[in-house]
């Protein structure tokens, strides 16, 4: 096949415009996302969209790009579409744009691209337009990716932390601290075999399931870098009310809980890419479990905490051995630790 | 400046190396540092290194007199 | 060989029942003893643990639990991150640490991890990845070589495993410290009262009992060797009360599962090839003789401040900066006046703050009581 021109690497030409520019998205990017609808992917696509929507965007850089569990492409997909998931919207249309590394093996590129279309199929959404750009050698980690999506809202309800009060439940749908340690674990060539996989997966079942709670579901948020913690502090990080949360009820694979401790990482302060942090009011908490409990994504979802008055802009930790703490957000670097 | 956990010896490798378990996790350490390591014997890890074979015994017993102590106090108990 | 505990062991040592249990004997001892009790855990990993299970929160009002100087990257000089900063300036070297010292700021405020990404700068999880990676690149390699007597045998394995192998291209950048010597400094030094020490279970199970015999004599108090789970932290604050409250003052290892009363032999035999004692500048305390560790004559020409030449490392704190009070527990880390506002863990201007094992960095993330 002579996408890029016959090249097995990316070079400065592939994102100069000319041929090369133009056999690279013809042949390698296309036809993976043309459709009915969308024949052309052109430099800007038309679409028409009832309703309320809502528009996010992010930009992925990961090291590597390939780790247990997925990869770029693959975190593209399913972290933008959580973002709109987790507003209450149901995701239909992401753009793709590419930045690559010049160098960057084609191979790699094809892999990334064909799970940015099997992501998007599972999500049952549509690239519709993007852009590629390929920069120097040694400016970035072979290849970053900027998805905007664009969802039609599901749901009447203003969700956002403001609306959070005293009494109401924290629940956590899944195991935490897989992602951020599979990362850390491929990227730093640790030790440690197989068993660490990213948790990488389309939120969007568990939401729109949760919106069926109506004004009952105050929040929700995903948890990607910065762990559980991060969103926590972030729920509470308006200052009004505080946290109450219980180390023991916070669902952890054994197998991540011990690659966490010997890396002396805390997995609550591990990112992850496919865990929900919901808040609801306390009537609602039970059914909300039930509804999580119901999707194969959520089997492990637990209630972990309580919004306080007391506290406020903080987030309290009982321990597993019966202490209290201050769980913080967390500082710097995700690098393992000998001391 | 000691961040070590205990972990099972699973196999023995003929290079000084082992590969040791915890809860699904395996890790390759270095078992220079420990006379004669043996199969399934708890180890002490610490950055990849075995630094000491783990005594289960005196761990049983550190928690038996945990458990006669929490006993001993119960109400009615003195 | 099957596991007897009814969990793991992990789970075992942080059975919520016997912590209240432990507690309550603590609770009626400090009761009785009824003065402020102030005990020293030695050792930067006693420091998180003891934090991440939120211990001082269940502790008496009166028994203090206070940080020493057992944080390898906190009583580390700034100028030893100045000059292996400085060997990034060279072209073709490769420097290799631990993930601990990466974000240390050296002087300028520069620190290892902005160079992470380039190829010159690697973490490494563990030494024995040294030869291998010396055997990769064909530059120098610079590893920075911290630590206590629990890390120093396994960067001496891994240097006598590159001697095996002529990797003549390994060098290590020395600064080790030992635990013994500074808890002699500790003692003369001080003018606020200690009741005992927490000793360092993990250096424990390399040195053993005897080196700590100092603290039985006159001036000494009692040393408790404890491990890290709650459990063992909190058997080892207990056996501390029990000693103090029956006038007593011995070595006590209360981590027996791990700590033989010898050590690990053949790890200290493993040090004494590769090194030798040496005289050891701590940040915060100053010079104490015999308290750190020096490569060998044989071995002398891996040692990187030889060969990149390196000025003399010597010690300048930044003005306002209590961390050489706040290291030897003379004072709190809410006593310096630089504590939250001009020094946070984004933003650190001494070692305290900087390590996640540090006394400060440990009060400002995890607070210090009850929240």
């Not at chain 3, 527990?329 to 020094?343: I, N, R, S």
Request: glycine share 10%; proline share 7%.
């Amino acid at each position: 096949m002579s996408a890029g021109g016959g090249a097995e690497r990316i070079t400065l030409e592939h994102g100069s415009g000319g041929a090369l520019s133009r056999a690279l998205t013809e042949e390698l990017i296309y036809p993976l996302f043309r459709s009915p609808e969308y024949p052309e992917l052109s430099d800007a696509s038309e679409l028409r969209m009832e309703g309320r929507s809502f528009l996010t965007t992010d930009t992925y850089v990961v090291d590597p790009p390939e780790f247990p569990g997925g990869d770029i492409g693959t975190l593209a997909v399913y972290g933008t579409c959580n973002d709109l998931a987790v507003c209450g919207a149901r995701p239909r249309y992401l753009t793709l744009g590419l930045v690559l590394e010049e160098g960057l093996c084609l191979e790699l590129l094809r892999r990334v691209l064909a799970s940015v279309r099997e992501a998007a199929a599972a999500a049952d959404v549509r690239v519709i337009t993007g852009d590629t750009k390929v920069v120097p050698a040694g400016k970035g980690g072979g290849v970053y990716i900027n998805t905007a999506g664009l969802g039609r809202a599901i749901t009447d309800v203003p969700l956002s932390a403001r609306r959070i009060r005293p009494g109401d439940c924290v629940l956590v749908s899944a195991p935490v601290g897989s992602h951020g340690l599979a990362v850390l674990a491929a990227r730093e060539g640790l030790p440690v075999a197989g068993a660490l996989r990213s948790d990488c997966a389309l939120l969007y079942p568990l939401c729109s399931s949760l919106c069926g709670l109506g004004e009952e579901l105050r929040f929700m948020r995903d948890a990607t870098r910065g762990g559980v913690a991060a969103v926590l502090n972030e729920t509470v990080g308006g200052g009004r009310h505080g946290m109450a949360v219980r180390e023991r009820d916070v669902p952890i694979d054994r197998t991540v809980a011990a690659a966490a401790d010997l890396l002396g990482l805390n997995p609550l302060e591990v990112a992850n890419e496919g865990v929900l942090v919901a808040v609801t009011s306390p009537e609602a908490a039970a059914q909300a479990l039930a509804l999580l409990r119901e999707h194969p994504l959520g089997t492990r979802a637990a209630a972990v905490g309580t919004i306080t008055e007391a506290n406020p802009g903080k987030v309290v930790l009982e321990t597993v051995v019966g202490g209290r703490r201050i769980l913080d957000l967390p500082r710097g670097l995700l690098l393992p630790r000998i001391c | 400046m000691c961040l070590a956990i205990p972990m099972q010896i699973k196999s023995l490798e003929s290079d000084g190396t082992a590969t040791v378990v915890r809860d699904d996790l395996e890790a390759r350490v270095d078992v220079s540092l420990i006379e004669s390591p043996q199969l399934g014997a708890y180890v002490i890890v610490h950055a990849g290194y075995a630094i000491e074979v783990l005594d289960l015994e005196e761990a049983q017993l550190r928690l038996e007199m945990f458990r006669t102590m929490a006993e001993s106090q119960a109400p009615g108990a003195e | 060989m099957k596991n007897p505990l009814e969990a793991p062991l992990h789970q075992a040592f942080a059975d919520r029942d016997l912590a209240r249990a432990l507690l309550k004997d603590i609770h009626a001892l400090a009761g009785r003893l009824g003065r402020p009790l102030r005990i020293m855990e030695v050792c930067g990993t006693h420091t998180v643990a003891i934090r991440r299970a939120g211990i001082p929160s269940l502790l008496p009002d009166n028994l203090i639990l206070i940080s020493g100087p057992g944080c390898p990257v906190c009583v580390t000089p700034t100028g030893y991150v100045d000059n292996a900063l400085a060997l990034l300036q060279r072209p073709r070297l490769v420097v290799a640490s631990f993930g601990d010292m990466l974000k240390v700021p050296g002087s300028n405020g520069d620190s290892l991890a902005r160079h992470l990404g380039g190829g010159r700068v690697r973490v490494l999880y563990s030494p024995a990845e040294l030869p291998r990676l010396a055997a990769e690149l064909g530059e120098p390699l610079v590893f920075l070589a911290i630590g206590f007597e629990t890390t120093i045998p396994t960067i001496a394995a891994a240097l006598l495993k590159a001697e095996e192998q002529a990797r003549e291209n390994l060098f290590l950048y020395t600064a080790f410290k030992t635990v013994p010597a500074a808890l002699a400094a500790l003692l003369a030094g001080r003018e606020r009262s200690l009741d005992a020490f927490l000793l360092p279970g993990h250096v424990s199970v390399i040195i053993g009992e005897e080196p700590y015999r100092l603290l039985e004599g006159p001036g000494g108090v009692p040393g408790v060797i404890a491990g890290f789970e709650p459990l063992d932290i909190l058997d080892g604050i207990l056996a501390a009360l029990r000693q103090v409250t029956a006038g007593e003052r011995r070595v006590e290892n209360r981590y027996s599962r791990a700590v033989r009363p010898g050590g690990n032999p053949k790890a200290r035999s493993v040090i004494a090839e590769v090194l030798e004692p040496c005289d050891a500048l701590w940040r915060g305390l100053g010079t104490i003789p015999d308290s750190g560790m020096r490569l060998r004559e044989r071995f002398r020409h891996r040692d990187a401040a030889l060969r990149f030449d390196f000025p003399e490392v010597t010690n300048a704190e930044p003005p306002g900066c209590s961390c050489a009070l706040v290291l030897q527990g003379l004072a709190a880390p809410a006593d310096c006046p630089l504590f939250g506002d001009t020094c946070t863990p984004e933003r650190p201007v001494g070692p305290c703050m900087v390590s996640s094992e540090g006394s400060c960095a440990a009060s400002y993330r995890y607070g210090d009581r009850a929240p």
